[in-house]
């Protein structure tokens, strides 16, 4: 059946799905794929489909924050997908944390608000070990700087960039340094919706997101987002794809 939001239907999309945010990345990401075609765009969700080593895989882009992934996986789930990886940005947390430096998520803090209404607050967001290891591996071939660990997944980005300017201020300002003090490494806005979704769902997730600001409370959003780091961190996240697909098929 057609799928409300994203309009693909069953053999639209491969098994293996890539997710980024940001719809005009889609495009880029399946430029590294085997024939590329457009297959759908609807809302903020752009898809491709083409093939890795023989096997169909595709990307769909989620939108801005919890709700649009959470609504992108479900129905990626609907038509197929089995393994999904999100692909984008984050800003840092940690100080030794570098412009372009890559963070593969391990687990996420959830700050966010979609997961609640899939599992209390005692469940965990925790991504795929096999995602995790595809990707750590990826990044560690490739010679990409970067970081296996916890993120933060927040609803609000100006609460985390103009702390000041709210109400909550000190709140969150605490919750900020609590994080940092407790290993945090970086803060974004889909992982814990993603992971959460796809424990309910029985498939498998991950993410890799590239730093593109300083850590702290001070950060500023960059200037140009035109020209964001973001080729290292889908290069990372293709090249993980064609390692499970290849340690799929060993099983």
Not at 138 to 154: C, F, L, M, Q
Not at 180 to 192: N, S, T
């Amino acid at each position: 059946m057609r799928q409300y939001h994203l309009q693909l239907d069953a053999g639209d999309i491969g098994t293996y799905v890539l997710l980024p945010g940001d719809p005009g990345r889609s495009e880029k990401i399946a430029e590294r794929f085997d024939s590329p075609r457009h297959v759908m765009s609807n809302r903020e969700y752009t898809t491709f489909t083409g093939e890795l080593d023989g096997v169909l895989v595709s990307v769909c882009s989620t939108g801005i924050g919890g709700p649009s992934a959470a609504i992108a996986l479900e129905e990626l789930c609907n038509v197929g997908a089995t393994t999904l990886i999100r692909v984008g940005t984050c800003g840092a947390v940690q100080p030794e944390l570098r412009y372009g430096d890559l963070v593969i998520c391990s687990a996420a803090i959830r700050d966010d608000g979609t997961s609640y209404q899939y599992a209390p607050a005692s469940f965990p967001a925790v991504a795929s070990l096999d995602v995790v290891l595809a990707l750590r591996d990826a990044a560690k071939r490739a010679n990409h700087r970067h970081r296996v660990g916890i993120v933060s997944s927040k609803d609000s980005l100006y609460s985390e960039m103009e702390m000041d300017r709210m109400p909550v201020a000190g709140q969150l300002r605490a919750h900020w340094e609590a994080g940092r003090r407790f290993g945090c490494l970086a803060a974004e806005m889909e992982c814990a919706s993603v992971f959460i979704a796809a424990q309910v769902r029985r498939v498998r997730a991950g993410g890799v997101v590239g730093v593109v600001n300083v850590a702290g409370a001070e950060a500023e959003m960059p200037e140009d987002v035109t020209a964001l780091p973001i080729d290292t961190t889908i290069d990372t996240a293709v090249d993980a794809l064609r390692l499970l697909i290849a340690r799929d098929r060993s099983f």
